[in-house]
Structure formats: structure tokens, C-alpha cells
């Protein structure tokens, strides 16, 4: 294994930086200005265009897209230090690169599943970064960390399929530049093999039964980074055969394939948050003085910050070891290091945040410095894309066979 950055990733890296320093935190405050003057919570600022617009001028647009015909062709070794240094302000640099959930995992879907007529439909102007999207899959009235639970109907009637359902934290579904929907639904409930009874399907927006009913707030936050996450009801809505993806019974399986390279985005964009929090920390410590001395002298301030030093660099290793896998044998080959990071990496995030926060004092909970925001975005991702359980039960199972 070898993990230096090749010519092109020291290229853009170089580039990223640049760009983030110029560009990208000095409109954080300006986003924020601006959010506050719009008629809706959910309109774009227009601070975020303008980086977009940049982003794609300097070619640092896609980067997440490992198909070369699509995106920048980066495997997924030479994407990870780039996704980290995103994850230093992740409410706007990844959506200026057009590498923010859910739109990066449902591009992929759709580079990898969808037909041509989709790619041309809905792909290409995600590409483009001209429209949003959200993926539709997790139920209130269901443990949707078991997706084989979800009671969302996929029905056939005719030449046409009708969706009824109720979904939430549908990420993306509250921006209005959100056009298109992958839902998530059962064509076939009384399957037997509950791994093939579900499928995924094309719904634009627009489709009448289609009800975005209200913004589901994470920790009280409305997390615009994703777009927001909305509750969605689906009453009778009726779309073109031709809308689904791939084949019936396929959904279990695109879910997989989706959800693996959005795991380990996650946690390279988590490694870049937990490096803007110690920088936080260490300028909070030498700046502020406490019964006497500063608090970067106080030996627990230091504990934390060396801790936190630690933990970065395993984490780090860990995710490009994996990183490497799926570049080499696959996300299945990867299957075991991928479950580790996404167990490993929030909760080593979290930690990291906290002891920030708790070296910020007040400040570190206000609205004046990004660490509140950042630990619920971190937080919440012990949940997201499988909660820590389902993993470790699954990781436990795999270890445990070689004793069998």
C-alpha cells in the first residue's frame, strides 16, 4: 500500500486549497448574511453560485465521480484528500464542487443503472450542477436500518407504476432546485426472498401526489448543506414504466452499491471536520486565559489536543487503506474496512468536536463559531447510511466465522 499523492492529486490539492482560502471561508459569513434576508430558509444564497461557478472554472468540479466519462475520473485514493479538505466547511465547499450528498450517490446510481434516456433526463443536468435531487428511502413507521423493512409500494398498472408511501429525512427534498426523486419502494411484498422485493424508481417533483410536507430539523438545526431533509408523502403517484431503474427487484442490491462510496465519503469529509475543529481549538487555546495562564498551558487542553492529533492519523489511515481496497478489489473486497471506518470515524468525530466546544466555553455552543453545527452533522452521522449497530453486528458475524 502506498498512500503518497500521486502528480494530479497534489495538483488539485494544491488548487482545493487555494480555492477554500480565497473563496470558500470568506463567503461562509456572507452565506449566512445572505440566508437571512431570503424570502424562504431553503433558497440558495447567491454567495454559493458564485462559488460554483468558480469551482467548475478552475476544474474542480465532480471530483467525486470515479467514471471518467462522467466526472474526473479520480479514484477513489486520489479522491480522499480532497473530500477531506471539503469536510472543513461542508455547508458549502462540497456543494460548490457538485460533490454534496444525496446528489453524488444518486448521480452514481445513475451512471452505473440508468438507461439512456435517464442519463440524459436527469444525469446530465446534475452533472451540470443545474438541478437537485433527493434519495427516498427511510420510513418513520419502520426500522429503516433493516431496508428490507420498507412498506412504501412500487405498484405495476399498465404502462405506468404508482407510488404510495410516507418517507422522512428524505435529504434534499426541501431545496428548490430539487427536481427529481429515487424512491425506494416494494414491487414485489410478498417475495420470497425479502432481497428482492424492493426497487427504485424515477419521480420528478412536480408528479401530482408528490407532498413535501414539512423540514425535518437535525438537533434543531435545518442542515442546508444537504438540501435540508423533508418529510414526503406519496398518495397515489403515477410515473412511466420506463421510470425504473435497472430491473424489479433490484433496488436492494443499487442501495448497496450506492451506500458504499457515500460511507467513505462521509468519512474523509468527517476527517477534514475533525482538522477544522483542533485548528479552532488551538487558536482558542493560546488566545484565552484561565486562572492565570492560557489555556493552551492547562494540561488537559493539551491531553485533548494531542488525543485528537492521534485519532486523526489512524482514522486517516484507516480511510485510505480502505480507499485503496475498493480501488483494488472492489467495495466487496473493501467490505469489512468500509463498515470500520463508518463505525470508527463519527464517533472519533464527535469526541474531537466535543472537546472543542468544551475549549470554546459558551462560544463553542453559539452560532458565532461552526463547532455547534459541526458536531450535529457528525452526530447524526452514527446513524446515517446504516446506524453503528447494524455494522458492528454485521463486522462481528464476518470475524466470528473464521471460529466456527
Known amino acids: 500500500m502506498d498512500f503518497a499523492f500521486d502528480a494530479r492529486t497534489e495538483e488539485l490539492r494544491g488548487k482545493l486549497l487555494a480555492f477554500m482560502d480565497e473563496h470558500v471561508y470568506p463567503a461562509e459569513a456572507v452565506a449566512h448574511e445572505q440566508r437571512a434576508r431570503l424570502a424562504s430558509p431553503w433558497d440558495t444564497p447567491a454567495v454559493v453560485g458564485e462559488l460554483k461557478a468558480e469551482a467548475r472554472r478552475q476544474g474542480l ?26 469536510g472543513r466547511s461542508p455547508e458549502l465547499a462540497p456543494t460548490a464542487l457538485n460533490c454534496a ?5 444518486n448521480m452514481e ?51 405506468s407504476y404508482v407510488i404510495d408511501g410516507r418517507k422522512w429525512y428524505i435529504s ?97 469529509r468527517l476527517i477534514g471536520m475533525a482538522e477544522r475543529a483542533v485548528e479552532l481549538m488551538c487558536r482558542r487555546a493560546v ?48 467490505h469489512t474496512e468500509i463498515q470500520a471506518i463508518k463505525i470508527a470515524t463519527p464517533r472519533a468525530v464527535v469526541d474531537i468536536i466535543d472537546k472543542a466546544v468544551q475549549v470554546h466555553g459558551a462560544g463553542g455552543v453559539s452560532q458565532d463559531f461552526p463547532l455547534a453545527e459541526l458536531w450535529a452533522s457528525a452526530r447524526t452521522l452514527k446513524l446515517a447510511d446504516g446506524p453503528d449497530e447494524v455494522h458492528q453486528r454485521s463486522l462481528a458475524r464476518r470475524e466470528l466465522k473464521k471460529y466456527l
Open 287 to 334: 488566545s484565552r486565559t484561565a486562572f492565570g495562564k492560557a489555556l493552551a498551558q492547562q494540561g488537559v487542553v493539551q491531553n485533548w489536543i494531542a488525543d485528537a492529533r492521534v485519532t486523526i492519523e489512524q482514522l486517516r489511515l484507516l480511510v485510505l487503506k480502505t480507499a485503496w481496497l475498493m480501488d483494488t478489489v472492489g467495495n466487496r473486497g473493501a
Open 109 to 159: 446510481v445513475l451512471a452505473q443503472f440508468g438507461d439512456e434516456r435517464q442519463k440524459k433526463q436527469w444525469l446530465e443536468p446534475l452533472l451540470a450542477g443545474e438541478i437537485r435531487s433527493a434519495f427516498a428511502m427511510t420510513e418513520p413507521e419502520v426500522a429503516s436500518s433493516d431496508a428490507t423493512n420498507i412498506e412504501t409500494r412500487i405498484r405495476r398498472d399498465g404502462d
Open 172 to 268: 434534499g427534498a426541501m431545496n428548490p432546485d430539487c427536481r427529481i426523486f429515487i424512491v425506494m419502494g416494494k414491487t414485489d411484498p410478498d417475495g420470497t426472498d425479502p432481497r428482492r422485493q424492493q426497487s427504485m424508481i424515477l419521480v420528478p417533483r412536480d408528479t401530482p401526489g408528490v407532498e413535501v410536507r414539512r423540514a425535518m430539523r437535525v438537533y434543531g438545526y435545518e442542515d442546508h448543506s444537504h438540501g435540508g431533509h423533508a418529510e414526503v408523502v406519496f398518495d397515489g403517484v403515477r410515473v412511466p414504466a420506463s421510470n425504473l431503474i435497472g430491473e424489479e427487484g433490484g433496488g436492494f442490491a443499487i442501495a448497496q452499491a450506492r451506500l458504499g462510496p457515500g460511507r467513505i465519503h462521509h468519512c474523509m
Open 101 to 105: 450528498a444525496p446528489d453524488t450517490g
Open 61 to 86: 468540479w465532480n471530483l467525486f465521480l470515479p467514471d471518467g466519462e462522467y466526472g474526473a475520473g479520480l479514484t477513489n485514493l486520489q479522491y480522499a484528500p480532497l473530500a477531506e479538505i471539503t
